[in-house]
């Protein structure tokens, strides 16, 4: 089945760790996204790439580092000097980074005490 | 100015009424699109029904259509039928621009319950 997984579902740390969230998808996608969700709020972007090799800062990059070696891969490390880290973390794609239709994965929530 | 606004938080329906889900936005860009996401309690978003700017009518996908009315910049979702299944957070998002990345923005949802 073609889709998109995030490992793992829920994840622990303790302050002043960097933490690595991974995302890969088999939908031969170009563009990629990292969105972080907060209590009765929407999303709202990290991260994104258009290509292999390619990223670009959303609205709230800072505290964030991506990478994408791979087409299939795009992992997001939250740092240390993320302020508040504790957030419900999901990955999404999208065949072109023009495409309206975009796809997620089923999420990673981290909290960091 | 909000983006976009979803003004109901929390909204119940009876199992195979019909419900509307408010969403309006606020954009002076031409090329715009309007996108509605369910979001159950695992968490996973599922696109439901996008509307483009230019799109004469109104966007339909099985028991959910977008009635989109330019004039008022609003984009609800009216679900028909609704099915207990359809319990969750009920996301509006536009995307504002044309060609390259296009900025997507979402509202802060409505929890729809539907009741037995």
């Known amino acids: 089945d073609g889709g998109i997984t995030q490992s793992p579902k829920y994840l622990f740390r303790k302050e002043g760790q960097n933490v690595t969230l991974s995302c890969e998808q088999n939908?031969?996608?170009?563009?990629m996204y990292w969105y972080r969700q907060d209590p009765g709020q929407g999303l709202r972007l990290i991260y994104y790439?258009?290509?292999?090799?390619?990223?670009q800062k959303g609205d709230i990059a800072e505290g964030y580092s991506v990478s994408r070696e791979k087409k299939e891969s795009f992992p997001l490390t939250v740092t240390s000097a993320q302020k508040n880290p504790t957030a419900f973390y999901l990955c999404?794609?999208?065949?072109?980074?023009?495409?309206?239709?975009?796809?997620f994965g089923p999420g990673t929530r981290l909290t960091v005490t | 100015a909000q983006k976009i606004t979803q003004t109901q938080p929390g909204m119940f329906v009876q199992e195979k009424e019909a419900v509307t889900l408010d969403c309006t936005y606020d954009?002076?860009?031409?090329?715009?699109?309007l996108f509605w996401y369910k979001q159950p309690s695992s968490g996973e978003m599922i696109f439901l029904i996008y509307?483009?700017?230019?799109?004469?009518q109104n966007a339909t996908e099985g028991r959910y259509s977008l009635n989109f009315q330019k004039a008022r910049k609003s984009a609800n979702l009216v679900i028909s039928a609704s099915q207990l299944g359809d319990s969750a957070m009920y996301f509006c998002a536009m995307r504002e621009g044309a060609g390259g990345y296009q900025k997507v923005t979402f509202g802060t949802g409505t929890k729809l319950q539907v009741i037995p």
């Open positions: 509307q483009g700017s230019y799109d004469q």
């Open positions: 790439s258009q290509i292999v090799n390619d990223f």
């Open positions: 999404a794609s999208s065949i072109y980074i023009n495409s309206y239709e975009q796809y």
């Open positions: 939908l031969n996608h170009d563009a």
């Open positions: 954009t002076s860009d031409p090329s715009y699109g």
